[in-house]
């Protein structure tokens, strides 16, 4: 299966970025510099995630 990861523009050249794919339905995400290694969620989970990070829901990163 030929997966078509997507990287964020705000990520350095490099491989330090977390990916971010779509499969069957599923979202993918999995860490550049591990591409081997990836966790999968509904779209409904991530998009969830995704509102609870843009409101501060897990405090301030460093």
Same mark, same amino acid.
């Given at each position: 299966m030929d997966i078509r990861w &997507?990287?964020?523009? !705000? @990520?350095?050249m490099g491989d330090n &970025? /977390?990916?971010?794919? @779509? &499969? ?5 995400? +999995?860490? @550049? ?7 999968? *969620? *509904? @779209?409904? +989970? !991530?998009? /969830? !995630?995704?509102?609870? /990070?843009?409101?501060?829901? !897990?405090? +301030?990163?460093?």
């Open positions: &997507c990287k964020s523009s !705000f @990520s350095e &970025c /977390l990916e971010i794919a @779509s &499969c069957n339905g599923d979202v993918l995400m +999995r860490e @550049s510099d591990e591409p081997d290694i990836a966790i999968a *969620t *509904t @779209s409904e +989970r !991530f998009h /969830l !995630f995704l509102s609870s /990070l843009k409101v501060g829901a !897990f405090g +301030r990163l460093p």
